[in-house]
């Protein structure tokens, strides 16, 4: 499949007007068809005769099952054309990079080059984390409008973006055909309830419960998407309804799912004992090398006929501002956004490309599932965002009542709560966060 297929379904979306002001109507994912504002042209990688010819090592944070297998080849093809320049991987997962990179107390070694996600980039330049992109021709020349929009952050552009992401329903062709899946969420409920009957142990659904990533999803009736409106897109019914279907989930969920780790929840589905998950593309490669036999659609969508919009990400390779090698490291930065190196990406980890190349057919569930996506804007407020929604679930599910964590959560990220343990958990206040 010709990746084109989806350049206006995703990259299309211009997210630099994802800032407070711009229309509704400009984030959301609606066709399929060629695009005019589409301008990404390949061209071959040139060296750079200016970067210093002494001996050095550059360290570069990705994640593992995938992102470290590429790095390290793309190291390897690195050093071919600067041999005193040489590649250290380091494992450091995406959620955990803004939390690592804040962290004094860490074990782990400073990064010159990280990945994180596109939409961190407003709290990284706020807190003078990441240099400004070494050259911005490149990117605005090959990578999609999506993936290029999504680097900018006040008008000036940081980082170079290497992959576009969104989730989509994994199902296992053991339990269930694509016909028989549920259509909706409350059916799906029903569903999973005489599944985990008919197989006890096993469980019709499961999905990672500990990040609203994820949980937006159930957020977004009627095309409600978060972090775009003065209250986030909380304070409304449909952020409300969507909380309770997280609450009747968790009839359908192991008990103790709040306690469960990423790996964990992976696990279930990946040695059969889940029907259905939602994940994104990196999963792919673990259900592959898991020998699943499964299959990829959209999510399902709600009762009411809106259907569900999922999150669109862009994954950017940023150059540390504090790193001894910055212009070295901005350059395999920018070499991973080679077509060699995409090309090598999206065959190592099954992920969607930040250029116009082939993609295997397998991603087709994403492709579709991409027309209803959105852009989460990469305002300095994101943060909070994503840290707040570490434990939705297991407030809710601890008895809490829904309205009053929506309105908790709003107050949070406003940063005028008043709760000492959270607001102590901020970048912004050099401690942790968490972000898929």
Same mark, same amino acid.
Request: charged letters at 25%; one cysteine or more; aromatic letters at 12%.
């Given at each position: ?39 990404? *042209? !390949?061209?071959?990688?040139?060296? @750079? ?5 002494? #001996?050095? /090592?550059?360290?570069?944070? &990705? ?41 004094? *107390? !860490?074990?782990?070694?400073?990064? @010159? ?5 596109? #939409?961190? /980039?407003?709290?990284?330049? &706020? ?310």
């Amino acid at each position: 499949m010709k990746y084109r297929r989806i350049t206006a379904a995703l990259f299309a979306v211009l997210i630099g007007t994802v800032i407070a002001g711009c229309s509704e109507e400009s984030h959301i994912i609606t066709q399929h068809t060629s695009r005019s504002d589409y301008s990404g *042209n !390949s061209r071959p990688y040139s060296t @750079d005769d200016s970067l210093t010819k002494d #001996d050095i /090592t550059l360290t570069v944070w &990705e994640s593992k099952d995938g992102p470290d297998e590429w790095i390290k080849k793309a190291g390897e093809s690195f050093n071919a054309l600067y041999p005193n320049i040489h590649i250290e991987y380091v494992n450091v997962e995406l959620k955990d990079a803004a939390n690592e990179i804040v962290n004094e *107390n !860490s074990s782990v070694k400073k990064p @010159d080059v990280f990945a994180a996600p596109g #939409d961190m /980039t407003g709290e990284f330049v &706020e807190n003078q984390l990441i240099l400004p992109t070494g050259d911005t021709n490149v990117v605005n020349t090959t990578a999609l409008a999506l993936a290029r929009e999504a680097t900018v952050y006040n008008d000036v552009m940081y980082g170079y973006p290497v992959a576009c992401e969104t989730y989509a329903l994994f199902y296992n062709k053991k339990f269930v055909e694509e016909k028989d899946i549920p259509s909706t969420w409350e059916s799906l409920i029903t569903w999973s309830d005489a599944f985990n009957k008919l197989y006890p142990g096993k469980y019709g659904f499961v999905f990672h419960t500990d990040t609203v990533y994820y949980i937006s999803m159930l957020m977004s009736m009627d095309k409600n998407r978060l972090m775009l409106d003065d209250n986030y897109g909380l304070l409304n019914s449909k952020a409300s309804y969507g909380l309770t279907l997280l609450k009747q989930m968790q009839d359908i969920f192991p008990k103790d799912i709040t306690d469960y780790s990423y790996d964990e929840c992976d696990e279930l589905f990946l040695n059969s004992n889940a029907a259905l998950t939602v994940n994104g593309p990196w999963f792919v490669t673990k259900a592959d090398a898991a020998g699943i036999d499964y299959g990829i659609v959209p999510l399902p969508g709600f009762d009411n006929g809106s259907n569900t919009y999922s999150i669109a990400g862009v994954r950017t390779m940023f150059v540390y501002s504090k790193g001894e090698h910055t212009a070295e490291a901005d350059a395999f930065a920018k070499y991973l956004l080679s077509d060699d190196m995409q090309s090598l990406r999206t065959k190592i980890t099954g992920t969607l490309p930040a250029i116009n190349i082939d993609v295997n057919e397998k991603l087709n569930g994403f492709v579709d599932q991409l027309e209803y996506s959105y852009s989460i804007p990469n305002r300095a407020e994101m943060m909070r965002f994503w840290k707040f929604g570490e434990h939705i679930t297991a407030d809710i599910y601890g008895e809490k009542e829904i309205s009053q964590e929506l309105k908790d959560y709003v107050r949070y990220i406003d940063n005028t709560d008043t709760q000492t343990e959270n607001s102590s958990n901020d970048i912004s206040e050099n401690s942790t966060t968490q972000n898929e």
